[in-house]
């Protein structure tokens, strides 16, 4: 096997033969140079390999290759070899970065070991700036969200849309489905972007602290308010707050959050002076809030104000062709997370993933790529059968179902509620899972 390059220079030719060889054997694939100029054409800055070199040589020496070198990439791994006893310029390699040194005379075990180390660090380096790269600039919407479903184009260009106005917007979808990462691509591409993201979950406010954490406190306002505190809102100031799964927030805070979102102030518990609050609003929810307002979990006039703009997230199961590349960027992701190499994708187990049909979303499909980068559980990715699930091949019966009784119906609804045996709310929440409209089936 051949491994990546490494470079060496050396002008003594006996020394250098005999060290290019022991590296050969270890598999290296070995370039010779007698003097440093030479090699240094060799260095661009993506440079795959590492270079070993004398330091003592006549014209440049390795010192001055260092220098040469991290000039073009800091971070190519450079080994010096120095005379025996010379530790005053080992050391001084070392402070000026080179990678190791070796003392003549040195193994050939050891010099082989210290190269394979340098190459793995190198392809680190290589693939973190690799995925550096992918990650795009943080207003690369199609790095963030990707995917090219009509409906993921669709809500990039609404993203793109509302990103510069100053509406609140309510984002909605299914569990799992990126609802956070739209609302934080939302604020990195608006005009709040160096300001402050907080995200506040409405699910898992404690309710005796509510109060003080959104809104902050004076001193005194309650035993144990020994300071001023800003809340919540406050720290957001010039940004974006995030209430995630406001469905979630109980009555009687929500008539206090309507007074802020129409008044755009806040007062401090334990004070009575309004503070101007410079704030853009983004809601998720999960449910339909229409369907929480009937139930009366949630107020209309505050549905009223936050939903102005609503921009709804599609579940996968509506967007299956968008699987793969978001499984692929999800693996990228892990791999980096993780440290490890990346990993290759085969082509049938990403036909495999792209046929399920993923409930829990990306959430699960992040799951999945995590478990693939560990190597825990790709077999089962790997798998024909059970890439088709039980719950997915009811999934894809379901909604055959569904799409039959709207074409034997014309698109009518209620007959088709009726004869399925449903309610008109699981009718259409199936149909927006299963990215069924019914405009098509008339
Ligand atoms: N486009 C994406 N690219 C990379 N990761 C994503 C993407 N969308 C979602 N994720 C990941 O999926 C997980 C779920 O995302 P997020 O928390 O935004 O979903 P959510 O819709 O807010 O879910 P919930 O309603 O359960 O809070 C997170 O780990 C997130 O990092």
């Not at 709804?312 to 699987?323: G, I, T, W």
């Amino acid at each position: 096997m051949r491994l990546p390059g490494v470079l060496l220079v050396d002008d003594e030719e006996e020394i250098r033969r005999s060290t290019a060889q022991s590296l050969q054997l270890a598999g290296f694939d070995v370039r010779e140079f007698g003097a440093a100029e030479t090699a240094l054409d060799y260095i661009t800055p993506g440079f795959g390999g590492v270079v070993v070199s004398d330091i003592r040589m006549p014209g440049m020496d390795g010192m001055t290759l260092l220098a040469r070198i991290r000039d073009i990439d800091p971070d190519v791994p450079v080994i010096l070899v120095t005379g025996h006893g010379d530790v005053q310029l080992a050391v001084r390699a070392m402070r000026e970065g080179a990678y190791d040194f070796l003392e003549k005379p040195f193994a050939g075990q050891h010099l082989s070991d210290v190269v394979a180390r340098a190459i793995d660090r190198r392809s680190l380096v290589l693939e973190n700036r690799l995925l550096r790269a992918a990650a795009g600039h943080p207003d690369d919407l199609e790095t963030r969200l990707p995917g090219r479903s009509p409906a993921m184009i669709d809500l990039r260009y609404r993203l793109r849309a509302v990103a510069g106005t100053e509406t609140d917007i309510l984002i909605v979808g299914e569990t799992g489905v990126g609802k956070e990462v739209v609302a934080r691509a939302l604020h990195d591409i608006s005009g709040r972007a160096d300001r402050p993201f907080v995200a506040i979950n409405c699910a898992a406010l404690p309710a005796n602290l509510i109060e003080s954490e959104l809104f902050g406190h004076e001193a005194g306002a309650f035993p144990g308010a020994l300071r001023p505190r800003y809340g919540k809102f406050e720290h957001a100031r010039g940004g974006t707050v995030l209430l995630d799964e406001i469905g979630s927030m109980p009555l009687d805070l929500q008539a206090r959050l309507l007074r802020v979102i129409q008044e755009r102030v806040i007062v401090r518990l334990g004070s009575n002076e309004p503070i101007p609050l410079d704030v853009r609003f983004i809601a998720t929810s999960k449910v339909e809030l229409e369907d929480e307002v009937a139930a009366d979990r949630f107020r209309a006039d505050l549905l009223y104000r936050l939903n102005v703009v609503t921009l709804r997230v599609p579940p996968l199961a509506a967007r299956l062709e968008d699987v793969p590349i978001l499984f692929l960027q999800l693996v990228r992701e892990a791999a980096g997370r993780y440290r490890r190499p990346m990993v290759d994708v085969p082509a049938h187990v990403l036909e495999g993933i792209g046929r399920r049909g993923w409930p829990g979303n990306v959430r699960e499909l992040r799951n999945a790529a995590d478990r693939y980068v560990l190597g825990l559980g790709a077999e089962s990715l790997d798998n024909e059968e059970s890439s088709e699930r039980l719950a997915d091949r009811v999934a894809r019966f379901e909604r055959s179902v569904i799409s039959g009784a709207l074409q034997a119906h014309n698109g009518a609804l209620k007959p088709v509620y009726e004869t399925l045996g449903i309610s008109r709310k699981t009718l259409y929440e199936k149909m927006q899972r299963y990215a069924l409209d019914k405009r098509d089936h008339g």
